[in-house]
Nanobody
Framework: QVQLVESGGGSVQAGGSLRLSCAAS???????MGWFRQAPGKEREGVAQ??????YYADSVKGRFTVLKDLAKNTLYLQMNSLKPEDSAMYYC?????????????????WGQGTQVTVSS
C-alpha cells in the first residue's frame, strides 16, 4: 500500500519561506509525483508535477517554488520561497498518474493527508 505523509506546513509572513516534506513508500518517487493545494471554497489545483528528468510548475508559483527529491530518504520536498497570502491553502502530495503533466488531481491515484500553509500579509 502506498503511503504519503506530508509535514512542514505552518504560518509565515508574506515574503517568507517554508519547505514541505512528503515521506513516501519506498520506490514511489520513481513515478509521477505531484504537489497540489486547496484553499477554502476553491478547487484543488496543481502546484507542481515531477517525473524523473522533468518538473512542471504552475505559472502562479514558477520561480518561487522548487520540487526536490531525496531518493535515499524516499522523500519529496516542496521548497516555497517569497510566499504570498494567496499561497495559503492545504497542500497535498500525490503519486502516480498516467497523465503526469496535465496536472489534474483526478488523475493521481494516491494522496497524503495534507499540511496547512498560512501566509499572512
Amino acid at each position: 500500500q502506498v503511503q504519503l505523509v506530508e509535514s512542514g506546513g505552518g504560518s509565515v509572513q508574506a515574503g517568507g519561506s517554508l519547505r514541505l516534506s512528503c515521506a513516501a513508500s519506498t520506490g514511489i518517487l520513481s513515478n509521477c509525483m505531484g504537489w497540489f493545494r486547496q484553499a477554502p471554497g476553491k478547487e484543488r489545483e496543481g502546484v507542481a508535477q515531477t517525473y524523473p528528468g522533468n518538473t512542471y510548475y504552475a505559472d502562479s508559483v514558477k520561480g518561487r517554488f522548487t520540487v526536490l527529491k531525496d531518493l535515499a530518504k524516499n522523500t519529496l520536498y516542496l521548497q516555497m520561497n517569497s510566499l504570498k497570502p494567496e499561497d495559503s491553502a492545504m497542500y497535498y502530495c500525490a503519486a502516480v498518474s498516467d497523465r503526469c503533466f496535465v496536472g489534474k488531481s483526478a488523475d493521481f491515484r494516491h494522496w497524503g493527508q495534507g499540511t496547512q500553509v498560512t501566509v499572512s500579509s
